[in-house]
Structure formats: C-alpha cells, structure tokens
C-alpha cells in the first residue's frame, strides 16, 4: 500500500506536534518533521532536546529530513553538523523508545565522503549494523530545474548502496510526458529490490503524485494546506484524499482528464470524480496541463494512449486543444489508423471536447472515439426550455468554437440560427463553413446581416439568444461587458430565453440584465454539467446523477471564489 506522507516545516516544536497531530487526524500514514528551518547548525544544547521531544510525542511514524539549500532545502551550514544532529537523534530517541522511522539524506551528500557515509551507517538499520536499530535510510535526490540526465544512474546508485531501505527521486517534470518516466520507474523498482519514491515537481508534476498507488510507489506526499508545500506543485492531503479518493486508486484504476492550457482553473476534476464515485466506476480524474500547439498535444495524448499501464481511458479536451484533437483524429484516419472515428458534430464544426479510449483486457488500445458534447449539452438545455427546437431561431452571438458547436447542434435538431459576431467576416465565414458542412438551406443558417435585423430578432423573431463569447468572464480583459448592445438587450421580448457559456461567474452581466426583465436564463453551469453529464456517459456506460454533479460543480465554483478573496 502506497503510504500518504505530510511534510511538517518544523518552526517551533508546539505547533509541529499540532501539525502532526491534525495530520493523523485527516488520514495521513506518517509525517516528514523538517527540522531544515529549524537546526541552525550550531551547538546550541536546546535544539536537540527540543527535536527529541518532537520525535517522542509525534503521534505518526515519520521520516527526519535536513535538507540543505542545494537540494531545496533551508539548512544552510556544513555537512558534519546536520549528519550528526541526525545521529544524535537517532540515538537519543532510540533511548526513549521513539526513533524516527527514516532518515531522509541526499545521494550527493551521502557518497560525499567516507566520514558522512559511516556516521549515517551508524544510526540506520542495515545487513552489516552491528545493534538494534529501527530507522531506516531514505536516499533522495532532487532536481528543481528539470529531470537530470543521469537519473538512470543516480537510480542504480542507491539500489546499490547496501544501506538504503527506500529510494527517491524527485524533479520538476517538464510536460506531462516525464511523469510516463516516474510511473516507469515505480513499476519497475521492484527489479531494485527495494521501494521507491518517484515524483515530479510543479504544475506539470501532479500525475506522478496522483498515481503513486496505481505503481506500488512506497509514499506521495501531500500537505496540510497550501501554504505548508515543500515543493512546488505538491497537493493538499484533503486533495488527495476527497477529490481523487487517493486510497481507492489501484492497479486496476483507469485514468482520465482535463486537457487545456492553462487548465488549472477547470472544476471538471471534482464534478467527474464525483460521478464516477457515486456509480462504482474505477476511475480517477485530473488536471492535464499541455502546451498550446499541435505537436505537444499530439505528442502527449499519444504517449499516455500507448503507455502500457497507464489506462488512459479519455479525457475533456478544452481551449487552445479542441481543433488538434479533431486534427490529430483526422491525421491518424488518414494514415489508415480504423481505430480513430469523428463524430458527425465533430466533423461538421472541425472541434472536439471529448476522448473515449476502448481498451482490452491486456491494456492495449482497441478504439479512439473523438466526440463533441459542447453542442448537444447547449441544445439540450434549449430544447428543455423552449419545448422544441424545430421551426424555432436562435440568435448566437460570437463565432468560436463553442458558437460553432452550438450553431450546427441547433440546426441538426431542425432549429434556424442567426450568427452575430462583432467582427462580421468571421460569422459569415463560419457559417459558410457549416452549411457545407451539414448541406443546409441558408435560411437554416445564416450571418446576421446589419442592426435592421439584430432588431428584429430581439423584437420577437429570436426565440433564445445564446451569448458564445468571453464577455462578462471573471478575470478576462472583457469582465463585466455585455455581448451586446444594452439598447439590443434592452430590446428583447418578454418570451425570450437568454443562454449564457460563462460560468465564472455564475451570474454574468447579460444574464444579470435579463433576469432584471424578467427573462427565462440559462446560465453557464448548466451547460458545463449537461456536456460533462454526457461524457461521463461515453465513458463510463452508465447514466450519471446530473442532480449531483450540478450540486459538485456550485460547490466547487463557492470553493474557487473563497480561493479568490
């Protein structure tokens, strides 16, 4: 069982003990006490016996770590001195019946010299120890700039140090590629003899920790708040544990995400997780953070297809990526890959937002299925307002993907669209582009052609207006503006249902607008849990409770605005 480990900062001793105690409370196996912040180096008599009595009254099993500043750490002063403070704690806490469970020391510092290897021989438990000792050696060693080019012997290193109970290794992972290489390395530590710790550091780094149990990792680390990290990119134990049910993640667990750039902000994590737990479905999903571009998505969503063990299954794609996924699709159908298919949505508006990955018992991928549930969800939540959507017309405002998604879901279902865009070649090129496509009538689909119109569909022509831009989104350049014209809102008619794809915030100016008249809305956290309702559909075979995800994703919007303030 992979051990879930939070690092204390040590400070003081009171609150460390504190620390250690709420960490046993929350569910955690053990606790690292670094004591780098703490030991000064120098001979002060108070310092030892302080960090005895830590060790004594620790409620967990932990690991002591000095970690100087070349590897991350704070202890900035000689070698000798913090090798022997981890001696003298050894001993003394052996005495008292409380030795550390490890001792953490860095490959580097450790085959420094014969001297530093002999006094941390002496207070760990090894084959040639010539008395009863508990503490184990943690060897370690960490990269903050990327992954160094000799991990594969700095690797057998350690597995050839007699003494070393556990290895670690821990690097900022450059793209989600290298957390492939930590999973890799996990697996294959038990060829080593011994467990391992593999990690990848910063926002490309959380699969390697995520995942550490689906590897027989020995531990991950996860801290107690955000503020007590001890490297970048490290979860909280309440992440761990509740949005991706950390213990419940095995061998046999499938894998899924999130695809963006940035993607950090998504809410899909805690509105998937959830549906898969409330159906049994062994799952965990995740936050895949991939460069803008087409060759670092292809690149990446291949690497995880392919690998072995991973069990990608899927994945929401979102912005700057839904046009390569459809690309990468179209590529691999034209290289004479069958086991790649577009949906017709997909073809016909050239974007995707969603991955379904059949594999068979032996891990192999069977079938790629390239979907688009961004339209379907927005028309379904139109249908159920307006009772129908043949005959009827809805004006959609911008011409992006999502305007694209929306427009040919409308008129699939025997519904008319009407585009307006605030640069008017882009709404006529887009639905040139679609009524190809779908080989439809332009009174079926057309650009809005000047004000006299966009007047008349207020008046009462439109039936919904359904706003596919980014105006009104939190922390973009057009927070608080309207799609449109307040005279045009203004304009609207009493039976009018107004849609909006903003979910941040909830309640965006046009819908704030509307609702002032009175208007039936549609607000975007309704589109957001339909589409994502729908591809946990596709994914899991089963119907999810739309009624929980929605409750998931309020929540989890009232988490990012305290997360805000």
């Known amino acids: 069982m992979t051990l879930l480990c939070v690092p204390i900062f040590v400070e003081d001793i009171e609150s460390a003990i504190s620390d250690a105690v709420e960490a046993r409370h929350r569910g955690a196996d053990l606790v690292e006490l670094r004591i780098d912040s703490y030991y000064s180096g120098s001979d ?27 590897e991350g750490g704070q202890y900035d002063g000689p070698d000798d001195a913090r090798i022997s403070v981890l001696e003298r704690l050894c001993a ?31 207070c760990v438990d090894h084959e040639g120890q010539l008395r009863a000792v508990d503490t ?9 700039q990327g992954r160094p080019a000799d991990l594969f012997r700095t690797i057998s290193l350690m597995a050839g140090e007699a003494a070393c109970r556990v290895s670690k290794v821990a690097y900022r992972a450059r793209s989600l590629r290298d957390n492939l290489e930590l999973l890799d390395v996990l697996s294959e530590s038990h060829e080593l003899g011994r467990p391992m710790i593999a990690l990848g550091m910063g926002p490309f780094g959380m699969m390697s920790r995520v995942l550490a149990g689906k590897f027989d990792g020995f531990l991950t680390f996860a801290s107690l708040r955000r503020s007590s990290a001890t490297a970048p990119g490290q979860p909280t134990l309440d992440e761990l544990l509740g949005l ?12 899924y995400g999130v ?12 509105v998937h997780n959830a549906a898969f737990e409330s159906r049994g479905h062994d799952g965990v999903y995740m936050h895949l953070p991939v460069a803008a571009g087409y060759e670092p998505f292809k690149a990446t969503l291949l690497a995880m297809a392919d690998h072995p063990m991973l069990d990608f299954c899927g994945c929401s794609v979102t912005i700057p990526h839904k046009e390569n996924l459809v690309a990468l699709a179209r590529e691999m159908i034209e290289a004479g890959d069958d086991r790649w298919t577009l949906d017709p949505l997909s073809v016909a508006c050239g974007a995707a937002n969603t991955l379904t990955i059949e594999r068979d018992g032996k891990g192999q991928a069977l079938k790629f299925a390239v979907a688009n549930s961004d339209g379907p969800g927005a028309a379904g939540a139109l249908r159920d307002a307006l009772g129908t959507l043949v005959g009827q017309t809805v004006l959609v405002l911008g011409a992006g993907g999502t305007a694209r998604a929306l427009a040919a879901s409308v008129v699939l279902e025997g519904g008319k669209v009407a585009v307006s865009n605030r640069t008017p070649e882009r709404a006529t090129e887009l639905c040139a582009q679609l009524r190809d496509a779908l080989r439809c009538d332009p009174a079926h689909l057309h650009a809005v052609a000047d004000e006299d119109e966009l007047a008349e ?20 350049g057009s927070q608080g503006q309207l799609p449109a014209s307040e005279e045009f809102v203004a304009a609207l008619h009493r039976h009018c249902v107004v849609a909006e794809s903003v979910y941040r915030p909830l309640m965006t100016p046009l819908l704030a607008a509307a609702t002032g008249r009175g208007l039936q809305t ?44």
């Open 244 to 255: 991706y049910r950390f213990r419940s993640i095995s061998r046999n667990t499938k894998v």
């Open 259 to 270: 695809i963006g750039w940035p993607v950090e902000h998504s809410i899909s994590p805690q």
């Open 92 to 122: 003394a806490a052996r005495a008292g019946e409380h030795p550390p469970r490890y001792v953490d020391v860095e490959l580097a510092t450790y085959t420094r010299s014969q001297n530093i290897r002999q006094k941390v021989n002496l």
């Open 457 to 476: 569909l207020a008046a009462g022509k439109a039936a919904a207006v359904f706003n596919c831009t980014s105006a009104g989104m939190a922390g973009g």
């Open 522 to 565: 549609i607000n975007g956290l309704q589109l957001f849990v339909r589409q994502a309702a729908e591809q946990s559909r596709w994914w899991t075979g089963q119907e999810p409770s739309s009624a929980l995800m929605m409750q998931v994703a309020r929540e989890a919007m009232q988490i990012d605005a305290e997360s805000a303030e």
């Open 136 to 144: 184990g050696l943690i060897l370690s060693s960490h990269d903050f």
């Open 44 to 70: 002060d008599e108070q310092q030892v016996p302080e960090l005895v009595r830590l060790l004594q009254r620790c409620p967990l099993p932990c690991i002591v770590t000095c970690r100087p500043v070349l």
